[in-house]
């Protein structure tokens, strides 16, 4: 008997297991990013509603500004948020097929991680290490990845673009 307790499963990010919070299927997983983004626009929003801001609240946006690798403040954020949209769709519909047949894809966990973690110079090696269920993937198809966000970074920080 488990006296009412909830099994959890164990987490692997390696085989994309993940705690059971996540087994819902309405959950979205963001990049820094996008929740700098996002909370940018609702820190203006309590200012001009003369709302005083959350300790957690603001750390958490010190902490996703810090880390945040496409920015540019000469952006409006509308045109931000477009280009991270855009690019978070091109990524989970990112499909190629094995030898057998079967499809793969990426997982939002593996989108996430690589918008927050790739530069404009990372190579395949890097991306494999820091996100290690890419493997499903040849190495040309995660240069293929990562092409694709370096050109959206670009794109971002690129003054005037």
């Not at 801001?53 to 920015?71: C, E, G, P, S």
């Amino acid at each position: 008997m488990d006296g009412g307790n909830k099994v959890t499963k164990p987490e692997n990010l390696a085989e994309l297991e993940f705690g059971s919070e996540f087994d819902e299927t309405d959950i979205q997983i963001l990049s820094n990013s996008q929740v700098a983004v996002i909370l940018q626009m609702s820190a203006q929003n309590a200012l001009v509603r003369d709302e005083e801001l959350h300790d957690v609240y603001t750390k958490t946006q010190k902490y996703t500004a810090r880390f945040n690798t496409m920015k540019n403040p000469e952006k409006e954020h509308q045109e931000l948020v477009d280009e991270l949209d855009n690019l978070q769709n091109v990524l989970d519909t990112f499909r190629k097929e094995k030898e057998d047949g079967e499809e793969v894809k990426l997982h939002q966990f593996e989108v996430a991680a690589l918008m927050n973690l790739v530069a404009t110079d990372t190579m395949v090696e890097e991306a494999l290490a820091l996100v290690p269920s890419l493997s499903k993937f040849r190495e040309s198809e995660i240069d293929e990845i990562l092409d694709l966000i370096r050109s959206t970074m670009i794109r971002i920080v690129s003054y005037g673009s």
